[in-house]
């Protein structure tokens, strides 16, 4: 089993900042995709941003000249820098890992992220 423990998340100004970190514990396979979904009220849920094994990484449109995904393996954790946030960043965001072998993915409990303007 494969648990996720999102932090980070609170209210900010619209042009400010956050960091969003996710700790990952339990059945971690060499291989596994990790990122960020977000779902706001009214919306459906979307992939913010994704990271490979590898390192390669994945953005929404919306947010990839603003948001940057990294991990650290050897802390099991993955990260999410937001800048320049708006307020149609507001949403619920979920940390994710899609693993090899798996047919669903594992999600964490989710964090808020409020954004005023």
């Known amino acids: 089993q494969v648990h996720l423990v999102e932090s980070g998340g609170g209210l900010v100004q619209a042009g400010g900042s956050l960091r969003l970190s996710c700790a990952a514990s339990?059945?971690?396979?060499?291989?596994?995709?990790m990122g960020w979904y977000r779902q706001a009220p009214g919306k459906q849920r979307e992939l913010v941003a994704s990271v490979t094994s590898g390192g390669a990484t994945t953005y929404a449109d919306s947010v990839k000249a603003r948001f940057t995904i990294s991990r650290d393996k050897a802390k099991n954790t993955v990260s999410l820098q937001m800048n320049s946030l708006k307020f149609e960043d507001t949403a619920v965001y979920y940390c994710?890992?899609?693993?090899?072998?798996?047919?669903?993915?594992?999600w964490g409990q989710g964090t808020q992220v409020t954004v005023s303007s």
């Open positions: 994710y890992t899609f693993q090899p072998g798996r047919l669903t993915n594992d």
């Open positions: 339990g059945s971690i396979f060499n291989g596994n995709v």
